[in-house]
């Protein structure tokens, strides 16, 4: 038995590495005689820098730039000196961020504007920047005001780049920018959700990030008037709204070009080739719920499987708001979390957790084998 273990990170615990690595640890104790190919991917959020690195033969670096929320500054990337890859989520992601001072409107992006600038400068060409699992709601201004954008108010007044100020930018020069003729970016986000309205950046994925319910109308609004007088064609954007509206503010302010994450990453990575000798395929992410099936990992991964290979994901959490499953191709989801707990605890055992589930799941084909 052959079985293809191709995980997305569990946000703020594990990487996708070492959560391939926990479920074949599992597996295999109970499974000793199966073959594993694991595949850690990413479908633009956290993990997809490690997925597509090796892939693409990029090494992995690292810089210090004034605007990261990271403990010292530095932030990671890959490139071979033509091409680079990031994530936006390396710079301003909610993990870098403590429960306590999580406000969207208040943090910016503008450390990827200056990381941009930095690698333009040293003489990329190519981006393809993940764009996911940030702690931001700014529709990218902050990234903008990094790569030399300026906004003002109606007294003419330079405003700060952040998500508050959306609804007073009445003014944006652009006498200051950076040169990015000749570069080409393409941004690989791992939702399909547009700007704005009921399924856009603020309604959808502020409430995560420290939004509370009665600010996302007026939230929304701003960033709808903003981009509705900046760039209007954006707001029709499938995938605009990833990342708080960062896809938005790249496609407007840099030019680039939005793909989907998770059809992106399998490609690079042969998936539809590596498929082809497994008998079985696990997926899995932190939180499984209703927006997974958008686009997210573990359903890009089965809408790519063979039909008649089965499909399991394993996840950290499966939301009441999933149907029944089999559904968007996988056959069955199973939560790893054993006990009640608080999500620290939680976050700290998930290694364990999986581990067990693997070990449980591999015991049923098992007992299966034998009725």
Do not use: W
């Amino acid at each position: 038995m052959r079985i293809l273990i191709a995980p997305d990170s569990f946000k703020e615990s594990l990487s996708a590495k070492e959560v391939a690595l926990a479920l074949k640890s599992g597996f295999e104790n109970a499974l000793p005689d199966a073959d594993f190919d694991l595949m850690p991917i990413g479908d633009g959020g956290e993990g997809t820098l490690d997925a597509l690195a090796e892939n693409l033969n990029l090494e992995k670096k690292s810089i210090k730039i004034p605007h990261a929320y990271t403990s010292d500054g530095s932030v990671s990337f890959a490139s071979n000196g033509q091409t680079a890859i990031f994530e936006m989520a390396a710079i301003c992601g909610l993990e870098h961020i403590p429960k306590e001072k999580r406000n969207p409107l208040a943090l910016t992006t503008q450390g990827v504007g200056e990381l941009i600038v930095h690698l333009v400068q040293s003489g990329i060409r190519e981006f393809i920047i993940g764009v996911g699992g940030s702690a931001t709601n700014d529709g990218g201004i902050g990234m903008a005001y990094g790569l030399g954008y300026r906004f003002y108010d109606s007294e003419g007044q330079e405003l700060e780049p952040i998500g508050a100020n959306l609804g007073l930018i009445k003014k944006v020069s652009s006498k200051n920018k950076v040169d990015l003729s000749g570069v080409t970016i393409r941004l690989i986000t791992d939702v399909d959700n547009p700007l704005c309205g009921q399924h856009g950046a603020t309604y959808i994925f502020g409430g995560q990030k420290g939004l509370s319910p009665s600010q996302f109308k007026k939230v929304d609004q701003d960033m709808s008037q903003f981009y509705t007088d900046v760039a209007p064609e954006v707001l029709k954007l499938a995938g605009s709204g990833a990342g708080g509206g960062m896809a938005a503010g790249l496609v407007a302010f840099a030019g680039a070009e939005i793909k989907s994450g998770i059809s992106f990453v399998l490609d690079c990575v042969d998936f539809d080739q590596r498929v082809k000798s497994a008998d079985l395929v696990i997926v899995g992410e932190g939180r499984m719920d209703s927006q997974s099936l958008s686009g997210k990992a573990p359903v890009g991964v089965a809408r790519r499987t063979p039909s008649a290979i089965p499909v399991i994901a394993i996840c950290g959490s499966l939301k009441d708001d999933l149907p029944d499953f089999p559904v968007a191709g996988i056959s069955a989801a199973f939560p790893i979390i054993g006990q009640v707990a608080d999500l620290d605890q939680v976050l700290a055992a998930a290694k364990e957790n999986l581990y067990r589930t693997g070990l449980n799941i591999g015991n049923l084909i098992k007992l299966n084998k034998t009725l």
